[in-house]
């Protein structure tokens, strides 16, 4: 579990620290690729429901509480304990931009496309999720108790 608590704990400071130093700023960070636009986010994920502020504190805290449970009870391969925290660390850096502010911080905006505002938490939940699933599906050992998918169900037979 250390892995995971590092992880999260790392996540979490370097989106306080982020959104400390950058809040406000405006301009390209990456010419032609990465901006600095400040948006504070009153909706849940991609700023959709923004008119239940209840669903918006309900949705992280269950994440949370699941990321919890699934690192301590069914991840064993330290790359997927690692995810776990990732996404443990950013949702966890979002909940304190609800409970502190009312909204979250977006930083980040891309220029060469139309998409949605989003901050560093934002961005670990994403490669944590990732990474959770490749180990789940291609690592030798698997983040799942050490069993692929499907195993328990061809042992029956």
Do not use: Q
Not at 89 to 98: E, I, P, Q, S, Y
Not at 107 to 132: K, P, Q, S, T
């Amino acid at each position: 579990m250390t892995l995971f608590f590092l992880t999260a704990a790392g996540v979490f400071g370097m989106d306080r620290l982020l959104k400390t130093l950058l809040e406000g700023l405006e301009g390209p960070l990456i010419p032609g690729i990465l901006r600095l636009t400040t948006v504070h986010n009153t909706g849940t994920a991609m700023g959709l429901i923004r008119d239940l502020p209840a669903v918006a504190l309900v949705l992280p805290g269950a994440v949370l509480l699941g990321v919890l449970f699934a690192a301590r009870k069914l991840a064993s391969a330290p790359l997927s304990r690692a995810a776990l925290g990732a996404i443990f660390g950013g949702a966890l850096g979002n909940l304190a931009d609800r409970l502190l502010y009312g909204y979250v911080i977006d930083l980040f905006d891309f220029e060469f496309m139309r998409f949605y505002v989003f901050n560093f938490a934002d961005a670990a939940i994403v490669v944590g999720g990732v990474l959770c699933a490749l180990t789940l599906f291609f690592a030798e050992d698997r983040c799942w108790k050490g069993k692929t998918i499907g195993e328990e169900h061809h042992r029956d037979r």
